[in-house]
């Protein structure tokens, strides 16, 4: 950040009074300017003991598979968020159930976010910023084309909880990818 979203004048990072962490601070009108980790929601959703996905057509990852999600927008809560992108990016109309994985995700200031979820009608086609989307057994799920190591988390936990008819609320703090990760 280099100026001021209030008067247009430069900022300064450096710590404000009464604050332990540098921000972007204002010189001339003394706004404080607060960068915080961006939500990133999805949805695990089902259609006769299948699950929907979407094989991407943008960066970071394009051409790998993921569940449908993206980021969250103002003015929407997170089951909004998840239905939205279902709808955005699988053309899929879906009812949100209950959360069912937080993943956070500290070395890109993220947080991701999965619902269960149901597909209305089992409908699906590629949004815009999808190349493709299936309905998959848990036995196609193409594991080693997975985009995300938050969504293999997700879908790790949620086909062993479906398996045990029984559905907990996951959390995981994601580390660093490894050096040679793609």
């Not at 003991?49 to 997170?78: D, Q, V």
């Not at 985009?147 to 609320?169: C, K, N, P, T, W």
């Amino acid at each position: 950040m280099n100026f001021c979203s209030q008067c247009g004048a430069s900022v300064r990072l450096r710590v404000p009074p009464g604050d332990s962490l540098p921000r972007h601070v204002c010189d001339s009108c003394g706004t404080i300017h607060y960068l915080n980790p961006k939500l990133v929601v999805g949805c695990i959703a089902e259609w006769e003991g299948r699950l929907l996905f979407c094989r991407r057509a943008i960066e970071p990852r394009h051409g790998f598979w993921t569940l449908p999600a993206g980021f969250m927008e103002n003015e929407e809560t997170t089951s909004q968020a998840a239905a939205r992108e279902t709808l955005e990016e699988a053309c899929a109309k879906v009812e949100i159930g209950p959360l069912f994985a937080l993943v956070n995700v500290p070395h890109i200031n993220q947080v991701h976010l999965f619902y269960r979820g149901h597909l209305v009608d089992g409908r699906h086609e590629p949004g815009e910023e999808s190349l493709e989307t299936a309905l998959l057994t848990e036995a196609e799920i193409p594991w080693s084309a997975l985009a995300f190591r938050s969504v293999r988390f997700a879908l790790e936990r949620y086909l062993e909880d479906r398996r045990q008819g029984i559905f907990r609320l996951h959390q995981l703090d994601l580390p660093p990818p490894p050096a040679d990760y793609l």
